[in-house]
């Protein structure tokens, strides 16, 4: 085809997307600002500086286009030449005139003398976007500042877009050229440059229309120059004015009429007979009276109806309102499915044993494998990844902030120079996420849970081969060693790493910037040699190479990292007991040395990543855990004492105190401690009763899963211990919400778990966007201020889809307290 006849094509098809669009349009409201401070109509939302995540693309001017976040990031951004980016703002001051029907977000940067607000107002069937400056652009930022926005790209997968006279399809992936530009970066080619710029004119539920009013709009594709990369919709600022700078008139489609589907959000996996069985219904604010549910029960190839009512309606919460149909009353084992109007769930199972094949199993036989650091892990024909960073690890240079919070202070605090190894830190520990960091908070955790979990396990698994010696691990191969027994052993030798090279934990480790996002195969990411500063470069021996491309170890020591690290090795303890009684025994000694040094010195309190920072709470917590392992009364003796704290801390420390409550055997104490426990189920029932899923739900930027597994890990102990108090459904609700019922889509959050999971996901492979079976992620996002959001087309909004140790560990922990509550006789 002739690119004139391509042209006339293009031409015809947006034609008929205008139209389209137009028939939407027309008998749309128009935009108002809305209690939270937003604008807002049917099918469309602008929100004005609500968020303020912005390397997560979750900022500035967003816009929410029939129930999907099309585009964010909104604000201006700086290229200088000296390196000094602009980052992006982390707060506005925002006016909300309902009378003028305008919002005024003002932003600041002090260190670079850059004051300027963004005017949102409705305008036609859009909104106009006005940035007005304080001063005008100093002439060193000439072409250099502009004002930006991020447009989401599965969304644009295979869709036209026209800009000026340049038209085309949105791609795949990146596939356009990258320059480097005149301050020595790689960047895009742009992909068009004019007045006016039409994304998907031939889809009405995506098209979008950006037109600049003094200027100019620059289209580029950011996923050229990082996978997570965006697609850029820019304008440059123009010199010499203030006032209006910048004009631009956006106007999303919307289709008349528009409601957003019902959500029936259930269980991924399925039921306990004997549990609550209740669809979360999620239903556009505009919908009217909830219609008939009907739960449907598939069996010998036909499909019946076993039960039907009308949802119960609950409320609002968020930006919906739920209606909730409970099917508690079927307990008749088999398949089946809900449907709501024209909508159906994914078939689940109501089976008693529901919880015991197939859904923990995943994550610690594949997930947790897969994420062992320091060595090579086979599945099959398959190579996950090699023996890797065996040349673990150089001491931090000193006085640095480090990326994700990691830090080291004036004090190494250890025998080693900076940039000279450490010994030790090769062997054991798991990869912590979607990066190859090991924080030592991290793998406390980790190796806690674990231990938990194996201690409440009936069903022990043995589906892989660990050689420990020879840093080898397959897969799918038993070797008559217990699965958990074999993690356990393998989070406890990295934990001991930083007693054994300087008597007290690091705080972790993790790669140098320029290595600390690459992703594949771990093993290929250094050079597996020792640093030896004789030796150039390129010059290897068997053992060393002048290459200094090691990760570096953060070896400052923490009171509240002491006590972690110390209830985790005093649990590892026990369950190496009888398979390396060796090992078992030093993770015992170096728990209860821990403790006695921190018992007899002034508390040190170092923030750095990972580290946890209520240190009482830590103490609590390992005290609790030396008694539970050794009976000894030194500990009994000490937890009465921390009675005061113990009750100010009762969220996080009423459940490892309820473990050993019948060993104190001192009767004033319970009494309080009882007292204690009533209370805090009063304000407990209050916070589940917020949400119709009930379960805590305090979103901060991450999803979720990860903070109510914790809690309901917690929780389990509290269930069994004082079933008078506490109820068994909190544990099961916070199970079915991982699996998939939760606010803004039905889809389990354990990868290749349930018939609908999440399959992209940000692990070490998310450059292939893939998923590693059994890994967990945290989930449904809060977009501020009301918005939920599970994007799963892409790996690369890490806040809800990144895979984390800690969240597998206590997601398997869940998973066997839901069955251990429900099967308690069987």
Known sequence: MKKTDLFKLFVIVSFLGLLTGCSGDKGSDRLIINDQEYLEKPGLSVLAFHNYYTVGHQGGIEIIQHGERIATNGFIRLRPADERRLPGPDRAEREADRQKQEIVSSISYDDFDLNYKVRLKPEGNGFKLIVD???????????????????????????????????????????????????????????????????????????????????????????????????????????????GALEWIIRPNVVNGWIREPVIAVSQVGYHPDQVKQAVIELDRKTGKPEKARLMKVSGGKVREVLSGSPKPWGDFLCYKYAVFDFSAVKEPGMYFVSYGTKSTNPFSIDQDVYRNGVWQPTLEGYFPVQMCHVKVRDGQAIWHGACHLDDALQAPLDIEHVDGYRQYKEAETSYRPLTTVPFQNRGGWHDAGDDDLAAGSQAATTHYLVLANEICNNQTDQTSVDF??????????????????????????????????????????????????????????????????????????????????????????????????????????????????????????????????????????????????????????????????????????????????????????????????????????????????????????????????????????????NIQEFALEHYYLVTRYPDIFNREIVLRVVNYVLGCHPGSSTSLVSGVGAHSVTNAFGVYRHLESYIPGGMVSGTALIRPDFPELKETTPFLWQQSEYVMPGAASYIFCVLAADGLLNQNN
């Open 469 to 706: 010696q020879g840093l080898y691990v397959e897969m799918h191969k038993p070797d008559g060693i217990p699965d958990f027994v074999q993690q356990i052993k393998h989070g406890a030798i990295n934990l001991l790493s930083g007693y054994r090279a300087a008597g007290h934990s690091f705080a972790g480790i993790i790669a140098t910037r320029e290595g600390r996002n690459i992703t594949g195969d771990w093993a290929s990411q250094t050079d597996q040699l020792f640093y030896d500063p004789r030796l150039r470069p390129e010059q290897r021996t068997l053992t060393h190479s002048g290459l200094m491309d090691e990760r570096w170890v953060f070896t400052n020591k923490d009171t509240g990292l002491e006590y972690k690290v110390s209830a985790a090795l005093a649990a590892a303890s026990r369950s190496l007991r009888g398979f390396d009684d060796a090992l078992a025994s030093e993770c015992l000694a170096t728990a209860k040395k821990a403790w006695d040094y921190e018992q007899s010195h002034d508390p040190v309190i170092q923030p750095n990543a990972y580290v946890p920072r209520n240190t009482k709470v830590q103490e609590i917590i390992a005290t609790s855990e030396l008694l539970f392992t050794t009976g000894e009364e030194k500990y009994a003796s000490h937890l009465k004492k921390l009675l005061p704290e113990i009750g100010k801390n009762m969220g996080r420390a009423a459940w490892c105190v309820a473990r050993v409550a019948d060993r104190l055997k001192d009767e004033e104490f319970n009494t309080a401690y009882l007292e204690m426990l009533r209370e805090y189920k009063t304000g407990l029932d209050s916070t589940l009763a917020l949400n119709p899923f009930g379960v805590p739900w305090h979103p901060a930027i991450w999803g979720i899963g990860w």
């Open 133 to 243: 400056l304080e001063k005008p652009v100093p002439a060193e930022w000439e072409n250099r500042l502009s004002f930006e926005m991020e447009v989401y790209p599965p969304l644009y997968y295979g869709k036209t877009f026209q800009i000026g006279e340049t038209f085309g399809i949105i791609p795949r992936m990146g596939v356009r050229s990258v320059f480097t530009d005149e301050d020595g970066r790689i960047s895009p080619v742009n992909m068009g440059q004019g007045k006016i710029l039409t994304l998907a004119g031939e889809d009405p539920l995506r098209k979008i229309v950006f037109e600049n009013k003094k200027g100019e709009i620059i289209l580029t594709d950011n996923r050229e120059s990082s996978k997570s990369g965006w697609i850029m919709v820019r304008s440059v600022i123009s010199p010499g004015v203030t006032q």
